[in-house]
């Protein structure tokens, strides 16, 4: 009896740790965020939250009027967020990509290429971002240099801290800074795919292209599963690489959503229109994620049944 | 069914959690009175960073003066300096938690948002009596510690103003031989010293807070306010377009400004200025960072910034916000009269003039103004300033959305300049207009 | 069988774009840092002239770096170890056990990452302050504090990709080893965790460098002697002046740890399951 017990327990008490932890430092928050979004928390009622009035959905409807300019703003820096993720996941996961499965194979100054790519995660991010933006400066700029200067590119020498091609800017530190983790987990990953497979398909008259495609890319694709979702969701919610390279006002064509939240809550003392805005940020979320689960396990679902309860997953070849 | 439970059990915590946390965070524990002295021995003070060359060097100018005060009152002071970057941050939240400094330096700009939500002591004239009283204080700086018609939130620490820097040689050059008094004879010497990659003026265009201090500036001349009586936001009166206007126009029109000081945000102004790259720079207390670069006193002058036309007075003659940095208690202070002994230590003469000279202000005390340290011409230009020709910036709960929101309009406005488009009246108030109806109320 | 030549040229050609890429901020860092002040915002030059070591003596005077990198190191360290170790103990359960409750767990732990930081921000300051004034246990401006916080956030995904790791791990091997008398602890650490090791360094490399990297909760959480480098690093530019030269040397000095300690890791990141297990 007890050592039923005992089982049944088991996966319980493994999970404890972690589940006490995400209850206090998020889960917990989390639902204070959510409260907060029904108050009207002002600057007058910092000191106590409690003797905030509530005031129902009033903030949820300035953050959803599009007549209004807050509204207006709301929308249109949601518009710059998605495309933002888009482009950025996409390029990262794929230089991630490209960059783990051309590394693959054992070639001299694999480890120390290796470990260039890691470089960029590896610096503070407020000194990589501020390095970006020092490059990035219109007059004394690298980037400019070189396109300007050196190759002609451009008939003047264009800003990329002001104006619109400030999403260029910031696409670019964002992929700078994110590929190398892609290319970190897709590294692990390639490990546990068996080399038995890749000699099998060559045998077979498999050139690379199709070994890639074959067995390579299936074999990464529940980790993909996982790191594209992450990806997105760190993307989404990027708080530092746009406040650092801007600063304190972020161009409209980069004004990505957690500045912005950021500036309705912090700036401006209005924590309780800022709650409500990342509470309609948490719901588009989640409704994302669960559609992105839905697809990518439904496309899944038949391996996974042939796996059985205790079997091993069958390399999809 | 099991999951369920779960569901169940999980909700229930969470939902005590939730009420447990709620019910705690009523902010100070010892009431609306603010203050007490259970903890007489020490205090904990919040200095923000004034020392160019960093933090360090900001805890070797008050570590003796500390000493001092520990020696005087047997009141250990726990200093933190605090980089600007954290500032905001930590004051909300030691203000939403009550879990705080006893006494903090901040910004005066801030005096008046946190002083709505009543997180600082006020200095009523009792308060101001154990400081001292009122009278030892610049009026204009004190002018700047707080909405109109309440008792301060604070007391003024340092003062600031912003003056006109020219450089002497680059003048002599062009023949120049007195800085300009007026914008128009500022933008007809910027003219005569714009060519050959350099340019007449250096601005911070990128950078909001500057942004907003000179559109208040230029406001004021103007006859703007960007608040009416009641408080509430009125930034795109036509006053105040004319004034962002000139402001923006000396880069749009002008073109006494290089294109790229629409991105400057980083102080890169100031080193355009310090290399000979710009003749002139709208700043306040410049002097440590023109050094920084290599740029000597004798190199440049200091004037008062230019007015409409020299005949103005009162508020069309203001050349500069009451620009420093205030000295507050913290109203969960568990060392009340520590905290006080203490505002009236830093804010007396001796100390005064310890500090300002360190820092390059200009002391809010009347007295120690008149000391002989003060009286080199980029602190006597400040002090001519705050001496009848500062306003301070709006008291009022909203100031910094204020700064923020005018300050990135001005911003955009240079981002068009640079890039060619047009900046006419028309767009101006576009911008204005936008920022103010951000204002959600 | 050697790999046919154009896919070798493509490889060359693309693998030294990306680390062209990849380190050109890094170059373009090291020659900043070496320069003057005066001289570190003039006109960019590939090759600049008069470099000086003068800001990498600097920078420990203008804030106290080296106690900033100490806080860095026992913050990430510490954050890192645990948060492994809860993961690996959540991962096992969901890869090895089918249990009610697993999908919700699972989703939940993942929404955790949706909610923008900066918005509990300043309800997990209060929930500090109360644990604190209620048990006298100072989590707010304590690097135990910030341990906890940064633990958290690593843990989600840390959770999510181990599951995914162990669950390439064939079970007969855990079963085999229960069999042979471990419990089922001893089977995940004699068979499991050995065999995931490229899999939970790269975890490990995740969580160090989140807790190493953050900024926001550090520049609430902290104060000066608790102070962690990412903001620390923000010290360099003062309200007056931005010391570029120093604030890269500075950088540069603090990564290269970073950069030693990955150097020896990624040994780890390629050994592993395919090496012994599968096979």
Redesign the interface.
């Known amino acids: 009896m007890t050592a039923r017990l005992r089982r049944i327990g088991l996966p319980y008490l493994l999970l404890l740790p972690a589940l006490a932890l995400e209850l206090l430092i998020h889960l917990v928050p989390m639902a204070v965020g959510v409260a907060m979004s029904f108050k009207e928390l002002t600057q007058f009622f910092i000191r106590d939250w409690n003797a905030a009035p509530w005031s129902g959905l009033a903030n949820f409807r300035i953050a959803v009027d599009l007549d209004a300019p807050v509204g207006q703003a709301l929308l249109r820096s949601f518009g710059v967020t998605c495309a933002f993720t888009v482009l950025a996941v996409g390029l990262s996961w794929l230089l991630g990509t490209v960059a783990a499965i051309l590394m693959q194979d054992r070639f001299r100054g694999r480890g120390l290429l290796r470990t260039a790519f890691l470089v960029p995660y590896a610096l503070p991010v407020y000194a990589a971002v501020i390095t970006w933006s020092f490059m990035f400066q219109r007059d004394n700029g690298m980037v400019n240099h070189l396109l300007h200067d050196q190759l002609g590119l451009t008939a003047d020498p264009p800003f990329w801290l002001i104006g619109d091609h400030s999403f260029a800017a910031l696409v670019t530190v964002t992929v700078w800074r994110t590929f190398p983790f892609a290319f970190l987990i897709l590294t692990a990953a390639l490990q546990n795919v068996p080399r038995e497979l890749y000699e099998a398909a060559a045998m077979d008259g498999a050139g690379i292209r199709q070994q890639i495609r074959r067995i390579t890319l299936p074999s990464l694709r529940p980790v993909n599963q996982v790191l594209v979702l992450v990806l997105f969701l760190w993307t989404f919610n990027d708080f530092n690489t746009p406040y650092v390279l801007f600063g304190r006002s972020v161009p409209e064509a980069a004004d990505l959503i957690s500045v912005h939240i950021y500036q309705a809550s912090f700036v401006t003392w209005n924590f309780g229109a800022g709650s409500a805005m990342s509470v309609l940020l948490l719901l588009f979320l989640l409704v994302v994620t669960a559609a992105y689960l839905l697809v990518t396990s439904r496309r899944e679902r038949g391996p996974r049944k042939a796996r059985g309860p205790r079997g091993r997953r069958p390399a999809r070849v | 069914m099991r999951t369920n439970r779960l569901r169940t059990a999980v909700g229930a915590t969470l939902a005590a959690a939730l009420t447990a946390l709620t019910a705690g965070c009523g902010g100070s524990p010892t009431g609306a009175a603010g203050g007490s002295n259970t903890n007489p021995r020490t205090l904990t003070y919040w200095a923000s960073n004034q020392a160019g060359s960093g933090i360090e060097q900001d805890k070797k100018i008050l570590a003796p003066e500390l000493a001092k005060f520990e020696r005087q009152t047997g009141i250990k002071v726990e200093l933190e300096v605090v980089p600007w970057a954290d500032l905001l941050n930590r004051v909300l939240a030691a203000a939403t938690s009550g879990q705080g400094p006893d006494v903090l330096n901040i910004g005066n700009t801030w005096s008046a948002s946190l002083q709505a939500g009543g997180s600082l002591l006020p200095f009523d004239d009792k308060t101001l009596a154990k400081v001292g009283g009122k009278d030892r204080f610049a009026p204009s700086a004190l002018a700047a510690t707080g909405a109109a018609g309440k008792d301060p939130a604070a007391v003024p620490l340092y003062s600031l103003a912003y003056g006109l820097y020219y450089n002497k040689q680059r003048f002599r050059e062009a023949g120049i031989d007195k800085p300009p008094a007026t914008w128009d004879e500022l933008a007809a010497v910027g003219k005569k010293l714009t060519g050959d990659g350099r340019y007449g003026v250096a601005l911070e265009g990128g950078n909001p807070v500057e942004n907003a201090h000179h559109a208040f500036i230029l406001g004021k001349q103007h006859g703007a306010a960007f608040f009416d009586a009641q408080g509430r936001p009125a930034f795109d009166s036509p006053a105040a377009v004319e004034a962002v206007k000139q402001y923006v126009d000396l880069m749009a029109k002008e073109k006494i400004a290089a294109p790229g000081n629409a991105e400057y945000g980083q102080n890169q102004s100031v080193k355009d200025f310090a290399t000979g790259k710009a003749a002139m720079l709208l700043w306040q207390a410049a002097g440590s960072s023109l050094k920084v670069h290599g740029m000597r006193p004798d190199a440049y002058g200091v004037a008062p910034m230019p007015l409409q036309k020299t005949a103005d007075r009162g508020d069309r003659a203001v050349t500069s916000m009451v620009a420093g940095i205030n000295l507050a208690v913290f109203r969960g202070t568990d060392n009340l009269d520590g905290a006080l002994k203490f505002v009236k230590f830093m804010t007396s003469t001796p100390e005064q003039k310890a500090l300002n000279s360190a820092y390059g202000s200009v002391p809010p005390i009347v007295e120690a103004q008149r000391d002989p340290a003060f009286a080199g011409p980029e602190q006597a230009m400040q002090r001519a300033a705050l001496d009848g020709h500062a306003a301070p910036l709006p008291q009022v709960p909203e100031e910094s959305q204020f700064e923020t929101l005018v300050g990135t309009a001005v911003k955009e406005l240079f981002a068009d300049a640079a890039a060619g488009r047009p900046v006419t009246t028309d767009s101006v108030k576009q911008r204005l207009s936008k920022a103010q109806q951000q204002m959600a109320k | 069988?050697a790999?046919?030549r154009s896919?070798l040229w493509?490889?060359r050609i693309?693998?030294t774009l990306?680390?062209l890429?990849?380190?050109?901020?890094?170059y373009?860092?090291i020659t900043?840092s070496l320069k003057n002040?005066?001289d570190v915002?003039?006109?960019?030059?590939w090759l600049p002239d008069g470099l000086t070591i003068r800001p990498y003596l600097d920078i420990w005077?203008?804030?106290?770096l080296a106690r900033y990198f100490l806080n860095s190191l026992i913050v990430a360290g510490c954050a890192t170890v645990c948060s492994v170790t809860?993961?690996v103990?959540?991962a096992?359960?969901?890869s090895r056990?089918?249990?009610?409750?697993?999908r919700?767990?699972t989703?939940?732990?993942?929404?955790?990452?949706?909610?923008?930081?900066?918005?509990?921000?300043?309800?997990?300051?209060?929930?500090f302050?109360?644990i604190?004034?209620?048990t006298g246990v100072a989590l707010?401006g304590s690097r135990g504090g910030l341990i906890?916080?940064y633990?958290?956030f690593s843990?989600?995904?840390a959770?999510?990709?181990l599951v995914?790791?162990f669950?390439?791990i064939?079970?007969?091997l855990d079963e085999a080893a229960t069999v042979d008398g471990c419990g089922?602890l001893g089977a995940l650490w004699r068979v499991v965790v050995p065999a995931a090791v490229?899999?939970i360094?790269?975890v490990s490399?995740?969580a160090f460098?989140t807790a190493?990297?953050e900024?926001?909760f550090a520049?609430?959480m902290t104060?000066?002697t608790t102070r962690t480098?990412?903001?620390?690093?923000?010290?360099?530019?003062?309200?007056?002046?931005?010391?570029?030269n120093q604030?890269?040397a500075?950088?540069l000095v603090?990564?290269v740890p970073?950069?030693a300690g990955?150097?020896l890791l990624?040994?780890y990141?390629?050994?592993?399951?395919?090496a012994g297990a599968?096979?």
């Open positions: 069988m790999p046919p896919f493509t490889r693309v693998l990306l680390a890429f990849a380190l050109t901020p890094v373009v860092m900043s002040l005066q915002q003039g006109a960019f030059r005077h203008t804030v106290p809860v993961a103990l959540a096992y359960a969901v056990y089918s249990f009610r409750g697993r919700f767990f989703v939940t732990v993942l929404s955790t990452q949706m909610f923008p930081g900066i918005l509990f921000l300043l309800p997990l300051f209060l929930i302050v109360n604190g004034n209620s707010y906890l916080t633990l958290t843990l989600p995904f959770v999510w990709m995914g790791y669950d390439s064939p079970r007969e089922p490229p899999g360094v790269a490399v995740y460098m190493w990297g900024v926001l520049s609430v104060d000066d480098l990412a903001v620390g690093l923000q010290g360099y530019a003062s309200q007056t002046d931005v010391h570029w604030v890269m500075a950088s603090v990564s970073v950069v990955f150097l990624q040994r990141l390629v050994a592993g399951l395919t599968v096979k």
